[in-house]
């Protein structure tokens, strides 16, 4: 069969314009990126193996931290765009996720640590949860060229967008005094049943909250001082708020008790050394 003669460059992509057609490069005709994991399967792999005796494994996880690493990875390529077009639980699950994943990132890198607050600026001014250290811009509340802080997320995205007090006892400072870790990722499926969890655990957790009809006085974390707004919003005052989810025998005693609040424990919420 005689050999046809070649079209010039020029006249072929004329032609192809000409029917509405275009060249695409082999490296551009790739399968589509796969679809997000709303299940955070792979964050719950990590939170599995690594949470136990009401703190975290730390020292496990640094030996090999690929799974985390993967995670984060995936976190940081949803693009604005796609996150909206998610369902709110969806997002919202996605963001306090996002907030636990990458502190256990700040602690893992800088590991073995006392205390996350030792990453702290000079004199305490700039803490660690206000240092851009999070690759994820576009999504930057205020500014599009800064990298996310712990503090954004938190403030900035989900204390704003979402306007849920339970969510103070779902993310997670990588320190004692916090509510700790649970050993599954939040999803939307389970989001409502997961964070109403988090929250009972929290209010009636002795260690954290000392709500003992016995003694005169409620001795409570701090973040119900620091969030007071939060939980006021919700349930028109932080006492009313415990009522909803202190055991049930407890109301009388919480609406009446003087409160004060216990000093928070920034030690790292470490699991302890065998």
Same mark, same amino acid.
């Not at 851009?132 to 997320?153: Q, V, Y």
């Not at 704003?160 to 007090?165: H, L, N, R, S, T």
């Given at each position: 069969?005689?050999?046809? *003669? ?22 551009? +005709?790739? @399968? *589509?990126?796969?679809? #997000? ?8 792999? %990590?939170?599995? @193996? ?6 975290? $494994? ?19 390529? %949803?693009?604005?765009? /796609? ?8 997002? =919202? ?7 636990? @994943? ?5 602690? &893992? ?8 607050? !030792?990453?702290?600026?000079? #004199? ?8 851009? #250290?999070?690759?994820? +811009? ?18 900035? &995205? ?17 320190? !004692?005094?916090?509510? *700790? ?7 939307? $499926? ?28 409620? /001795?409570?974390? /701090?973040? #119900?001082?620091? =969030? ?10 932080? !006492? ?7 055991? *049930? ?15 928070? $424990? ?9």
């Amino acid at each position: 069969m005689p050999r046809l *003669p070649s079209l010039p460059a020029r006249l072929l992509l004329w032609i192809l314009a000409a029917c509405g057609l275009t060249l695409t490069p082999l490296a551009a +005709r790739q @399968a *589509p990126a796969p679809a #997000f994991d709303h299940g955070h399967a792979a964050w719950t792999e %990590v939170l599995r @193996a690594c949470v136990r005796d009401g703190g975290f $494994d730390y020292a496990k996880l640094k030996q090999d931290r690929t799974k985390l690493d993967a995670y984060l990875a995936v976190l940081r390529s %949803v693009t604005p765009p /796609e996150l909206a077009g998610w369902s709110e639980k969806q997002r =919202f699950a996605f963001w306090i996720n996002t907030y636990n @994943a990458h502190c256990i990132q700040k602690v &893992i890198d800088n590991y073995p640590l006392k205390s996350i607050r !030792k990453l702290d600026g000079a #004199f305490g001014i700039n803490t660690v949860f206000d240092k851009g #250290f999070i690759p994820m +811009r576009a999504h930057h509340p205020d500014k599009k060229n800064e990298d996310l802080a712990l503090n954004d997320i938190e403030h900035k &995205i989900l204390r704003k967008q979402f306007k849920d007090a339970r969510l103070h006892a779902a993310v997670n400072c990588a320190s !004692k005094s916090c509510p *700790p870790l649970r050993n599954e990722a939040f999803t939307a $499926d389970k989001l409502d049943a997961q964070l109403e969890e988090q929250m009972r655990v929290f209010v009636d957790d002795p260690a954290r909250n000392k709500i003992d009809p016995a003694k005169k006085e409620l /001795e409570l974390s /701090e973040i #119900f001082k620091w =969030f007071a707004e939060d939980f006021e919003r919700d349930a028109k005052s932080v !006492k009313e708020y415990l009522v909803r989810f202190a055991q *049930p025998e407890k109301a009388e005693y919480i609406r009446g008790a003087k409160t004060r609040y216990l000093d928070y $424990d920034w030690d790292l919420n470490d699991v302890p050394k065998r």
